[in-house]
């Protein structure tokens, strides 16, 4: 099995189009992931604004295919699922913790993980927010791209924006 290490480096860096980005509006904006490849990319018509690696939905917790829009929008939405418990001094107490699965130990509260830059796109809760890009799915369905490509997809989409998932890409 290869290393996370290995994997990462086998995906391109991200690709902004300098000369599209400017023109590139919550208005005209849409996105496109592709699973296959783990790629994200903003859109201005057909052509590609920026085209960025991305961690999608492992098998446990897989990302949906199909056609979606952004429903919401948080610079700073912590996850109501994921997180930590904590004491009440604000140290961890247990890390890496599903409230699906997981009781807090006495004396301790929830701290959903954080996860900048949120875009919503489907009612189960899953978006595209800033994260963790090993380079292969990871995520527990949505979403992550590296920060400071989550911090341009969230400033180029809206409320309505279209997001549409592919497993692979035309």
């Not at 860096?13 to 849409?30: C, G, Y």
């Amino acid at each position: 099995m290869k290393s996370a290490a290995e994997l990462i480096h086998k995906q391109a860096p991200p690709v902004v189009a300098s000369d599209l980005i400017d023109k590139t509006t919550p208005e005209n904006s849409r996105i496109v992931l592709i699973l296959a490849t783990q790629r994200a990319c903003l859109m201005l018509g057909e052509q590609v604004c920026i085209d960025s690696p991305m961690s999608s939905g492992k098998r446990t917790g897989p990302t949906p295919t199909g056609t979606f829009a952004i429903l919401e929008k948080e610079k700073d939405h912590r996850s109501g699922t994921y997180g930590d418990f904590v004491d009440r001094n604000g140290r961890v107490v247990r890390s890496g913790i599903s409230m699906k699965v997981d009781s807090a130990p006495s004396g301790t509260h929830f701290v959903g993980k954080a996860m900048k830059y949120f875009c919503r796109f489907d009612e189960s809760g899953r978006g595209i927010y800033a994260g963790i890009v090993p380079g292969y799915p990871s995520s527990h369905g949505g979403v992550r791209l590296p920060e400071e490509i989550a911090k341009v997809f969230y400033a180029k989409v809206k409320v309505g924006t279209p997001v549409e998932i592919r497993e692979k890409g035309d």
